[in-house]
């Protein structure tokens, strides 16, 4: 069995253990869903993600936010920018952690503004960066030629002070 093999496996092996817990009555946790998601998205199994997906919806009324930063980053990460999107619009109050992966997914995509456009409304947000929606916003600026968002996350940066265990702002 050749590695590719092996991926797609585990792919429709975690699909069944979802769904054989579900028939189960036994309630599949989040770590389930992150692991089956990665497992799509690194094998571009889209259409076993989005299967998955819906069978997730259908069972639970709520998505916690690292299943709905799973789906976004294997959405995204299947070329399906669009359904990503869909995922972050619908969020109330999104994460650091949602922040980082759909501005990796606009980056990853080519749309590095608007990547910038959700680095300065995390700023507005008040919502805590961590070294991970630097390092996407730092990608984001790179792949731009406009010199005000690069300014804008220097001048942030810089106002920083990096520790080990995290950073001060």
């Not at 770590?31 to 990665?38: D, L, N």
């Not at 690194?42 to 639970?60: F, P, R, T």
């Not at 992966?101 to 919502?127: D, F, P, W």
């Not at 940066?157 to 265990?165: G, K, L, Q, R, Y």
């Amino acid at each position: 069995m050749s590695n590719d093999e092996f991926i797609i496996d585990d792919v429709y092996a975690k699909h069944n253990l979802v769904n054989m817990m579900h028939n189960l009555n036994v309630r599949p946790d989040n770590h389930i869903f992150v692991a089956s998601f990665k497992a799509c998205a690194n094998s571009y199994a889209l259409k076993d993600g989005q299967l998955l997906h819906h069978d997730i919806v259908e069972m639970y009324s709520e998505l916690d936010g690292y299943v709905t930063s799973s789906l976004i980053y294997f959405y995204a990460h299947c070329g399906s920018l669009d359904d990503a999107c869909k995922l972050f619009v619908v969020l109330h109050r999104p994460d650091k952690v949602t922040f980082g992966v759909m501005m990796s997914a606009y980056t990853q995509h080519g749309h590095c503004e608007e990547a910038i456009t959700l680095y300065k409304r995390m700023l507005l947000m008040n919502v805590k960066m961590d070294q991970v929606a630097f390092l996407c916003t730092l990608r984001a600026c790179a792949g731009m030629s406009a010199i005000e968002p690069i300014r804008l996350v220097h001048d942030h940066i810089a106002n920083c002070t990096f520790e080990s265990d995290g950073y001060k702002c």
